[in-house]
């Protein structure tokens, strides 16, 4: 099967080692390197046997460190790449040879560093009073509302400054709003040994097979959210319920009502799994119908993050931004959802900021990006970024005051909506992506 993305990863490689620069007569690489290189060779042969040229490394000299930086880069260059290629789908961006590919750049990220690690586990933190972060030491109360977020920031723990401000970085002005200031707000982290380089290959495997779950997602729906399903609930090493009770049909779908999950990109795949271990917990517990009713009272809103309607079974609100310039896509979005992004993304003849798509379970929301991006540096000054393909990625179009777009005003209306669980109103949403003042008819929106 020919994939463009074999040329792709081929070419990098050759412009950056096989040249002048690198020449040196007799040179080999180490074992580690080369079985490597062996498995690189037989997955590009794989991904395009047609035109594919072997990759001959002998008599190039290339530094251990070299090496390493480009297979970290691996994912990143994939990303990059993907708006060039004229046709994607699925069987290109997320095939089982494309989940085996970052496999084997996962395994040897870890084999060859003593800072990543393949195996994680959350990170879960409170908000306290002044909308800081700190260890969350007692458990959710499950009688009210609870918001969890779940993003792509990693913690060190030893740096609780660096812990509060990739939050405030990612949550801007969402959580500040008074629609939240009596919410009880979770922020749940990956460990900074699993960074985004080696995590590829377990978002593609998310998006495949979407009924899996880890060992992780498990531990941490013991420790934090079991009380939703159950009282007092005792599990064994397995996982299986050996202690605690039921709750009635009633209280388990009243309790769900009080899950709450804000999700971006990686973080909305890693909340996924979580309702998948938390989902498994309640099978021991209840009957399959029931908790299939039950679970449509759980809210997600997940931004740059879109899984199939048919894979999704608690109720999701699916957001993300686009630069109407087709030249520049949401290139995060097209690599890991091609036929999706096509199917919603925004084009330069729409005349509204928002289109609005209603499936099972499911609605989709793509939204205009802002024409100007800004962002808070670590001094907490505002500065701002030039549009480029990865800004539509970026969870601040939403969670920002932003005086070019009404995104965050758009975000903040979902999230009213299900603290109080209502439904969320299609036309309100339109007509807040929309507001313009200086519209005549005096009310700021389109008739």
Not at 37 to 45: S, V
Not at 294 to 311: H, R
Not at 334 to 348: A, K, S
Not at 392 to 409: D, I, P, Y
Request: aromatic share 14%; glycine share 2%; with cysteine.
């Amino acid at each position: 099967m020919s994939n463009p993305y074999a040329k792709i990863f081929h070419d990098a490689f050759v412009n950056s080692f096989i040249n002048e620069q690198h020449k040196q007569e007799g040179a080999v690489l180490p074992e580690k390197m080369q079985s490597f290189m062996r498995q690189f060779n037989a997955f590009l042969y794989k991904f395009d046997p047609k035109n594919y040229q072997k990759i001959e490394t002998q008599g190039y000299k290339i530094e251990p460190k070299e090496f390493e930086d480009f297979v970290l880069s691996l994912r990143a260059l994939m990303i990059a790449k993907s708006r060039e290629i004229p046709v994607l789908s699925e069987k290109e961006t997320r095939s089982a040879d494309m989940v085996a590919f970052f496999d084997m750049v996962k395994n040897f990220c870890v084999q060859n560093s003593s800072k990543i690690f393949s195996d994680f586990d959350y990170d879960c933190f409170v908000r306290d009073k002044d909308n800081n972060l700190d260890f969350c030491d007692n458990l959710p109360d499950y009688n009210q509302k609870n918001v969890f977020f779940f993003g792509v920031n990693r913690s060190d723990c030893s740096k609780m400054d660096n812990v509060n401000y990739f939050f405030h970085y990612a949550t801007k002005d969402l959580f500040k709003q008074k629609e939240f200031l009596n919410i009880s707000i979770y922020s749940v982290c990956m460990p900074i040994t699993f960074p985004e380089e080696i995590s590829a290959s377990t978002i593609l495997k998310t998006i495949n097979q979407p009924q899996k779950f880890l060992d992780a997602d498990r531990y941490f729906v013991e420790e934090y959210w079991s009380s939703f399903v159950g009282e007092n609930l005792e599990f064994d090493e397995e996982g299986k319920v050996v202690g605690g009770k039921a709750y009635s049909p009633e209280k388990i779908e009243e309790k769900l009502k009080n899950l709450k999950i804000f999700s971006y990109c990686m973080g909305a795949a890693n909340a996924h799994r979580c309702l998948n271990a938390l989902k498994n917990v309640a099978y021991q517990l209840y009957d399959k119908k029931q908790v299939d009713k039950a679970w449509k009272n759980i809210d997600v809103v997940s931004y740059a993050f879109l899984l199939e309607s048919e894979k999704v079974d608690y109720h999701n609100i699916s957001l993300f931004c686009n630069d109407k310039n087709p030249n520049n896509p949401e290139t995060v979005l097209l690599t890991n959802f091609p036929t999706q992004y096509h199917n919603m993304h925004l084009l330069p003849e729409d005349k509204s900021a928002i289109q609005i798509q209603n499936k099972e379970n499911c609605k989709y929301i793509a939204l205009e990006l802002p024409k100007s991006v800004s962002v808070y540096n670590h001094s907490g000054q505002k500065v701002s970024r030039n549009i480029n393909n990865r800004n539509g990625h970026r969870l601040q179009n939403v969670t920002a005051k932003n005086s070019s777009s009404h995104n965050f005003e758009v975000l903040l209306y979902i999230g009213s909506c299900l603290l109080k669980d209502e439904e969320i109103n299609d036309k309100k949403l339109f007509n807040i992506a929309n507001y313009n003042p200086a519209l005549q008819n005096g009310k700021g929106y389109e008739k």
